[in-house]
């Protein structure tokens, strides 16, 4: 499809808009007019640029407050449109949407407005120019898809059509199942844009919350699935508004957007081609519908999400010194030192599944991640039957590939970037045996008793703002995880918005937490990150019995964050727990939580730029978020009480 991109939807100067436009390989752009009063230059010169870029002007948006209109109003609007028509020849841009009427003098008048719209449409087609005629949400008379339909088959002029917008649908809650049975010639464009669930004045939430699909909550997929079966074949075009978007560097925001119509090309083209396979022997319109469509449209087809199996490792990038701190706080954590890597400052810990690298390497990326911000996480390993296409999926969503310097005889695995830096390596599944061949055992160091942590349960990221819905939409995409709800948590100076994302086995788990004021734990850390813009803030490590596991680590001299007697107290009130196995919490500064299936029993203990969770997960899919605010309490008053 032809994929095209409105100019409010990014930050910058016209100019830089169309240069990231260009470079995510986008086919078009929809002018947003204010774009163009602000522009320093002429519309020839802009169509020059743009011609330049393999840019089509596709659309020109909006023309607002036409039809319904007392006589004299319209009489004025069309002299109005007849110099946006000249900017439009200037421009080469062949259409112009027209938006519902929002003025409190326009008339409840369906034919009023279809007989207006035609003679505009009238005055377009001797330009050979076309109109689409789009329901706005907050319309005065016109809201719905179907409202607007009605008026465009009234006004029966071959030059005018409708615009299809998923927000103004899908925040409104109407069906666009009747889309469909709309002949797909007669829909004249396409506009997508997903937003989060919000409670709240719909102009607002349009103006200030849209973002590109597979970031929000909508149910795109089925929008555009029956645009498609209606049979149109016009541009695929996103128009966001979205504050963040304003702010967030617009190379960025280009990909984001190309990346989400790609990963919503590939799903309606699965789901299309699942709807095709269906028994043959049977008559089926809707099979039928489906593969007419498939021959019809060009829809991306990327190779298919692997099935990820948990996390295969986690590798720190340090120094010397904080490669002993670490060290010694991971021996403490009951984790074996299990080897050397053969060429590089890399040492290996193990404890159960778990391994972790700790990266040394002077002249690393792993180095230079130090040196930007500090200890941190600098890549992570996902276990899966097939890292090459893994990695060739990831590749054909748009992420850049990660080639590592390798010595002889070491073992190469694909590996891509995050979002902020983080490099993702696709391991083997039998990877923990081929890792073995990169690193050779360190004789005479004696392993830490064992505390009982079996597995990586989950990691948790804190994000800047500005990364949130890149990362939610790269972790949908090119790891193929589903999002779970999203939550604010209070922290002592601000909220955290939080959502986990994971995958289907629940093997890989991420929390992407996002600090909404400057002053929270999370946000200091995020901007400690500088550019990365955020990074691993905490690793839940799982044990099958925690209490077990708490008193072997504190045995080890670990310090965990002390939660308030308070807390007790409350669980005990609110929870038929039983005084024993809350005392017994207690004094190990465990957090509780309980859902419909299971619980969730926790505690962190205390490192200096990210920290450990320990975790005992039974029937339980959450992250214990409950406990957030008295465990961010906790660390806060820790702090605190140290500095006096
Ligand atoms: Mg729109
Ligand atoms: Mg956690």
Redesign the pocket.
């Known amino acids: 499809m032809r994929r095209s991109i409105a100019t409010v939807s990014m930050s910058g100067t016209l100019r830089q808009k169309l240069e990231a436009i260009a470079v995510a390989r986008f086919d078009a752009i929809e002018l947003f007019e204010n774009d163009f009063i602000a522009f320093n230059g002429s519309a020839s010169e802009l169509r020059a640029m743009t011609e330049d870029l393999g840019l089509g002007i596709d659309l020109f948006q909006p023309f607002r407050d036409f039809e319904g209109m007392p006589d004299d109003a319209f009489q004025k609007s069309l002299d109005r449109a007849e110099r946006k028509f000249d900017l439009m020849e200037a421009l080469g841009a062949p259409l112009m949407?027209v938006?519902s009427n929002t003025s409190p003098l326009a008339l409840d008048d369906a034919a009023r407005s279809a007989a207006q719209l035609h003679a505009l449409a009238e005055r377009a087609a001797r330009r050979n120019l076309r109109i689409g005629y789009?329901a706005l949400a907050w319309g005065r008379c016109v809201r719905l898809y179907g409202q607007a339909w009605k008026i465009v088959e009234q006004a029966d002029h071959p030059h005018l059509g409708l615009?299809l917008?998923s927000?103004?649908t899908l925040s409104l809650r109407d069906n666009p199942a009747g889309i469909a049975a709309i002949r797909g010639e007669r829909i004249f464009f396409l506009?997508m844009a997903d937003a989060p669930l919000l409670a709240m004045d719909v102009l607002q939430w349009a103006r200030h919350h849209r973002n590109f699909p597979g970031q929000g909550q909508f149910d795109l997929e089925n929008f555009f699935l029956q645009v498609l079966l209606a049979g149109y074949a016009g541009p695929l075009s996103l128009?966001i508004f979205n504050d963040q978007f304003r702010e967030t560097p617009n190379r960025r925001t280009a990909l984001d957007a190309m990346r989400s119509l790609l990963l919503l090309e590939s799903q309606v083209r699965a789901r299309l081609e699942r709807e095709r396979e269906r028994d043959t022997a049977v008559a089926s319109p809707s099979r039928d519908a489906a593969a007419h469509t498939l021959q019809r449209i060009e829809l991306f087809d990327p190779p298919r999400g692997p099935a990820l199996e948990g996390f295969s490792f986690l590798e720190f990038g340090v120094d010397d010194d904080n490669a002993e701190a670490l060290g010694t706080l991971l021996g403490q954590l009951g984790f074996a030192r299990a080897g050397r890597h053969r060429t590089k400052t890399v040492t290996r810990y193990r404890q159960g599944d778990i391994q972790l690298a700790v990266n040394a390497e002077p002249a690393s990326p792993a180095r230079a991640r130090f040196d930007a911000q500090g200890p941190s996480v600098c890549a992570i390993g996902l276990a899966t039957a097939e890292p090459l296409q893994a990695a060739s999926r990831a590749a054909a969503l748009l992420s850049a590939r990660h080639e590592s310097p390798r010595g002889a005889h070491e073992l190469q695995l694909p590996a891509i970037v995050a979002p902020g830096g983080t490099i993702v390596h696709f391991v083997p599944s039998a990877g923990g045996a081929m890792l073995d061949a990169d690193f050779v055992a360190t004789p005479g160091s004696t392993p830490a008793p064992d505390a009982g942590l079996v597995g990586i349960d989950h990691i948790a990221l804190g994000l800047a703002q500005d990364q949130f819905d890149t990362w939610i939409l790269f972790a949908k995409a090119v790891l193929g995880l589903q999002r779970g709800e999203s939550l604010e948590l209070a922290d002592p100076f601000g909220l955290i918005r939080s959502s986990g994302v994971a995958n289907a086995t629940r093997s890989v788990r991420l929390v992407l937490n996002v600090s909404l004021s400057q002053r929270t734990r999370t946000a200091r850390q995020v901007s400690a990150t500088g550019r990365a813009g955020g990074g691993v803030q905490h690793i839940a490590l799982g044990t099958r019995d925690i209490f077990a596991t708490m008193e072997r680590l504190r045995g080890n001299g670990v310090r965990f964050v002390p939660i308030s007697a308070n807390y007790y107290d409350d669980l005990l009130a609110r929870l038929d727990l039983g005084e024993a196995a809350v005392r017994r919490m207690q004094s190990l500064d465990i957090l509780y939580d309980r859902s419909p299936t299971g619980e969730f029993l926790h505690a962190y203990a205390f490192a200096d730029r990210f920290f450990f969770e320990v975790v005992q997960r039974k029937a339980y899919d959450g992250y214990g978020a409950v406990n957030a605010p008295a465990r961010m309490a906790a660390q806060e008053q820790n702090a605190e009480s140290t500095k006096k």
Do not use: G, N
């Open positions: 949407l938006c789009e615009i917008d927000f103004h506009q128009e």
